[in-house]
């Protein structure tokens, strides 16, 4: 059974930059793919960033240049790292991860940038 805990929501000013965290206990498996996603209201999910153990990356249009997304497999750790940040960027990020699909989900860290 995965456990996830993501950190290192906020509130931050347009144009500023936020590091999200994310701690997930599991198999090598279980954690083989690793995610964000974000949900803004009246949204849809969306995926951000993944990225698989070996560090093959996938970023959503709208985040790439201003996101990236890393991992430490050592402390089983994904990071995103989140620059120029736009009010748009504002809603709820999830960290997922799973085997080839997502299917473990932390509860999300709210990310808010306003003025």
């Known amino acids: 059974q995965v456990h996830i805990v993501e950190s290192g929501g906020g509130l931050v000013q347009p144009g500023g930059s936020l590091r999200l965290s994310c701690a997930a206990s599991?198999?090598?498996?279980?954690?083989?793919?690793m995610g964000w996603y974000r949900q803004a209201p009246g949204k849809k999910r969306e995926l951000v960033a993944a990225?698989?153990?070996?560090?093959?990356?996938n970023y959503a249009d709208r985040v790439k240049g201003r996101m990236t997304i890393s991992r430490d497999n050592a402390n089983n750790m994904v990071y995103l790292q989140m620059n120029s940040l736009k009010p748009e960027d504002t809603a709820v990020y999830y960290c997922a991860t799973g085997c080839y699909v997502y299917t473990n989900w932390g509860q999300g860290t709210q990310v808010t940038v306003s003025s």
């Open positions: 990225i698989t153990f070996g560090g093959p990356t």
């Open positions: 599991g198999t090598l498996f279980s954690i083989n793919a």
